[in-house]
């Protein structure tokens, strides 16, 4: 049995796609005692992370181009506003997907916009005491498509 457990981890860290079809296959066919449990929970795991990560990166891009949008109007483009418009659609598909994301996303909400605070200074040159401490947004206004400060 050793001899299957390192041939599961070899092709693992080998070829990832053909652990995944092989695992799956395995899956269908109920051979349950030759899955890569192991592995799988942590994919699995990673999924979720992923799903937590890419919301709070939407969320940061929407707040960063809200940001310049107010605080720089003679550069608004409309690369800002499709960007807006872009990871606003990425954040309420996330949300339609998994509405179990909302309390995650009620909670990142302050940190997130700390750090498009940060990169609004970067990007735009103005002080850091020129954007607000505290979102003057709430999240409903950031998902709304209609809202632009």
Known sequence: MPHIKADRQTLYETDYLQWIETNVEKLRNQDYANVDWTHLMEEIEDMGRSERR???????????????WQYQPEERS??????????????????????????YLDSIFAECYAEAVKQAKAETGLALETFPTECLYELTEVTDDGFLP
Do not use: D, T
């Open 78 to 103: 409309g690369s800002w506003e499709g960007s807006i418009i872009e990871h606003r659609r990425r954040v309420k598909k996330a949300l339609k997907e998994s509405p179990s994301l909302r309390p």
């Open 54 to 68: 890419s919301l709070e990166s939407n969320l940061i891009v929407v707040l960063l181009h809200l940001l310049k």
